[in-house]
């Protein structure tokens, strides 16, 4: 397994993953909150969102990423999308 040396820049992750977030999750990812709280209609991205954040973070040395939803449905959801 080859370990990523250097912090992998949103916008390359982004085009290596063929995903253009929206304006909405763009300041989402933006900010620099430990905690992030979204109030979001559905069909807002919300999935995606918490999969490329997941994803962004297991690339660092020894990460560890839970996912927490109110369902195992919709914590599957987020798990499946990182896995693709």
Do not use: F
Not at 50 to 62: D, M, R
Not at 73 to 79: A, G, I, N, Q, S
Request: glycine residues 4%; charged residues 35%; contains cysteine.
């Amino acid at each position: 397994m080859t370990r990523i040396k250097e912090k992998i820049s949103d916008e390359k992750l982004q085009k290596l993953l063929g995903w253009e977030p929206h304006e909405g999750q763009k300041k989402v990812i933006d900010s620099d909150k430990k905690t992030k709280v979204l109030a979001c209609g559905r069909r807002w991205g919300k999935t995606t969102l918490a999969a490329y954040e997941a994803t962004k973070t297991l690339l660092a040395p020894n990460a560890i990423v839970w996912v927490t939803a109110p369902s195992y449905d919709d914590t599957k959801r987020v798990y499946d999308e990182v896995v693709r």
